[in-house]
Every structure is written in C-alpha cells, then in structure tokens.
C-alpha cells in the first residue's frame, strides 16, 4: 500500500517540489500552507496534489488539521517540516515581535507538526521525520538571530528524535539548503542577492528540485540507518 507524506509550507518553493517528488515516488502526498489560497488552489490544479490550511505555530490548528489529513489521505508515514519564515533585522535593531514570529512558525512550528504524527509511526513501527534547516542554522548569519536559533535548533531536534525513534522504525534527520531560488531568496535585493552568489562557490542558487531529491531519498527505505544526520546541499559554501 502507497506511503502517505505529508508536507508542511508545501505548496509553494522548496516545499512545492518535495511534494512533487513524494507524489512521483509514489507517496499518496498532502501538502499544507498558511494563507496564499490563489497559490494553494493553483498547485492542487497543476499537480492533483491535496492542500490544507493551518497555521503551523498554533498546535491545536496544527493537531486538528492532522487528523483530518489521516482520515482523509491515510496515516501520516513522512512528515516534512517544511514551513519557515524570515523576520530578518540585525541584532540591535530586531522587534520581540520578530523574533516571536520567527520561533513560533519555525521551531515551535515543527513540534506542533512532529508530535501529533508521533503515536502513530511508533505503534506502525515505522515513520520518517524531516526537518528543512538552514546553512545558517549551521554557520550562522548577520540579521538572522530568530531565523538561525531556529534552524540550528532544528537539528537538535531531529538528533534528540531520532535517539527516542529509533527502536521505533522511525528515523529523523534534517536538510540544510544553502541558497535556494525560490519566492524566500528572490524577495532579498537584486544587489544582496548577487553578493550571496558570488559567495557561493558554485556560482549559482540551488534549485528547489535539488533540495527535493535530499528529502526523497531520506524518506526511503534505502534510508533506514540514516538516522539524526544532516545533509547539506550548499553549492559548496563552508563553514566549521
Ligand atoms: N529558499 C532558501 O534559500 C532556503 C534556504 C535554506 C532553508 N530554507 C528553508 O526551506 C523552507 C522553505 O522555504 P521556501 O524558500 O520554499 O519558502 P517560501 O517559498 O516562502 O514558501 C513557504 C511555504 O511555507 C508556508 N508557511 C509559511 N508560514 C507558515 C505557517 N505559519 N503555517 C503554515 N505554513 C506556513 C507558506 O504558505 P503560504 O503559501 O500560504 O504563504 C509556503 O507554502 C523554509 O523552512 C526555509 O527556512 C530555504
């Protein structure tokens, strides 16, 4: 029987082309968004691919939401934390209420979409949790305080996950993009955005499709001994 997966902030960039890819795999896929309706309803119509819509930061939406994503495509096998935002200011200038946004749809975000899902895999005896962390949750970034907490603290969460989830079929790992193409990186300047490529050693932005494959292959079965990794897919940027 189809795997289902479900993908958070899945109808649109990074998001959009994982749910592609578990529904080519085979994967019985829903996606999930916040409030882009006319972007939501134009993926479903391009791709048959079923969305939902919930806020990620609010656990009782988030709960809700699950479950009638598992009455109506089946129990939850993958899950994707996809769903992220940016409130980016340096330092000496970010609002508590930034920072609050950042950590509530990004970290909390991920608790909110892993617990409910969580019961399940470990009586199924299988389940597949990944995280869409960051480069800059690895190395850090200028005006990125909120934004790198969280990702960084992603991977403390898939590490810790997948002590807890092991014995239980279930592996937890996250993907660290560097620089992707999507609506996140095209809305910074054209000029900052050419100064980040010219930082990237392979010239270029990655494309979401290469961020996908990383997923794809972390939710299959080849995939099992992988557990509480990271895997980066950077063009090449280091750090350490
Ligand atoms: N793009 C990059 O270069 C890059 C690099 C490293 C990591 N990442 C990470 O990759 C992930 C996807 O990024 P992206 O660039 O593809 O973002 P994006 O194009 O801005 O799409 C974000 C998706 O998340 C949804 N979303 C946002 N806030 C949400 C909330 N509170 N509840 C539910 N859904 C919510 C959006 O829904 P709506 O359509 O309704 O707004 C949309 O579907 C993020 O976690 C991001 O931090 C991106």
Same mark, same amino acid.
């Given at each position: ?5 479900? !993908? &958070? ?8 082309? @994982?749910?592609?890819?578990? $529904? ?22 391009? &791709?048959?691919? /079923? ?10 939406? +988030? $709960?809700?939401?699950?479950? $009638? ?23 000496? /200038? ?16 991920? *608790?909110? &979409? ?10 199924? $005896? *299988?389940?597949? !949790? @990944? !995280?869409?962390?960051? !480069? ?14 969280? /990702? ?7 590490? +810790? ?8 079929? @279930? &592996? ?18 054209? /000029? ?32 099992? *001994?992988?557990?509480?990794?990271? @895997? ?9």
């Amino acid at each position: 029987m189809a795997r289902t997966a479900l !993908v &958070t902030g899945g109808s649109r960039g990074i998001g959009a082309a @994982i749910s592609k890819a578990l $529904k080519a795999d085979g994967y019985n896929v829903a996606a999930t968004y916040a409030g882009n309706d006319e972007a939501a309803a134009s993926f479903t119509e391009e &791709t048959g691919i /079923k969305t939902y819509k919930w806020n990620v930061g609010d656990y009782a939406e +988030s $709960k809700a939401g699950i479950e $009638k994503v598992e009455a109506e495509v089946g129990p939850i096998d993958v899950v994707v934390a996809n769903a992220g935002i940016t409130r980016d200011a340096p330092f000496h /200038k970010m609002t508590p209420e930034q920072w609050q946004q950042v950590i509530d749809t990004n970290l909390t975000g991920v *608790f909110n &979409t892993v617990h409910p899902v969580w019961p399940g895999m470990r009586e199924r $005896k *299988f389940g597949r !949790v @990944i !995280v869409i962390s960051s !480069v800059n949750g690895q190395k850090g970034q200028f005006a990125q305080v909120n934004y790198a907490a969280t /990702k960084a603290g992603d991977i403390g969460i898939v590490r +810790s996950l997948a002590q807890e989830g092991a014995r239980a079929g @279930i &592996t937890a790992n996250a993907v660290c993009p560097g620089y992707i193409a999507t609506e996140m990186v095209m809305a910074v300047p054209e /000029k900052v955005r050419e100064a980040i490529i010219s930082q990237i050693p392979a010239g270029r932005l990655g494309e979401p499709e290469e961020i996908a494959r990383c997923v794809a292959f972390l939710a299959s079965d080849d995939a099992q *001994f992988i557990n509480g990794s990271t @895997i980066s897919a950077n063009g090449a940027q280091f750090f350490g």
